[in-house]
């Protein structure tokens, strides 16, 4: 595991990879903003249908509380869907430096078989969330209860999105053991959470997941 991180690491020097962070960095911050104006607007209106009067000061800072919430929430999963649209771009680019062989053999899936596996991934990612929302609110007692089923559940899903990338294009070939996509998963969860590095997770995740696939790693 260590191995394969370090690897996905030399990655960010290959201009093709660096490119495709650009990409992903650029609509990931234009795709909250969108989603967090019209949380914004849809939370006025909601204030209006309730007749909440209170010159705006109650009803903004909700509003603006509800928009960081809803940014650090959704984060995962719209940064995430936009690695699908490139994912090939940087299977590519990991492949053909590391293992050209494997290379040679993979099958790149269709743009618009990526698109379907974001949608399905958002998709997974909100509704496993919203199922495991009662269990967030009873565990908050704990103190950290809330905070490690987030993560568990959330590597779990993260460790799924990695390893359909690679089967979508070597089959059964690109599947990984349950511990090492674990494993993975929870360490890309938990380097999304923080601040500057969230925009480099999907790619060194996209990345480690092939080195650990190619490298016979995954299996162990």
Do not use: C
Request: net charge positive.
């Amino acid at each position: 595991m260590i191995q394969a991180l370090m690897l996905s690491l030399q990655s960010l020097s290959d201009r093709r990879v660096a490119a495709v962070l650009v990409k992903i960095i650029l609509l990931t911050i234009v795709s909250l903003v969108i989603l967090g104006i019209g949380l914004w607007f849809a939370l006025q209106w909601v204030f209006g249908w309730l007749n909440v009067n209170d010159d705006g000061f109650w009803s903004g800072l909700l509003s603006g509380a509800m928009i960081i919430l809803f940014s650090i929430l959704l984060f995962r999963a719209v940064s995430v869907a936009m690695t699908w649209v490139f994912a090939d771009d940087i299977i590519d680019a990991v492949e053909d430096r590391h293992y050209p062989r494997q290379a040679a053999f993979g099958k790149r899936p269709s743009l618009g078989t990526g698109l379907q596996m974001a949608v399905r991934s958002i998709v997974r990612v909100l509704g496993y969330n919203l199922l495991a929302l009662p269990l967030y609110l009873l565990l908050l007692f704990t103190g950290v209860g809330t905070a490690i089923a987030f993560l568990l559940i959330n590597a779990l899903l993260l460790g799924r999105d990695l390893e359909d990338m690679l089967i979508a294009r070597h089959g059964a070939k690109g599947a990984m053991n349950k511990l090492p996509r674990l494993m993975l998963g929870l360490m890309g969860t938990v380097g999304m959470l923080v601040p500057l590095v969230n925009f480099l997770v999907p790619i060194l995740a996209t990345a480690t997941a092939v080195h650990l696939v190619h490298s016979g790693n995954s299996k162990l």
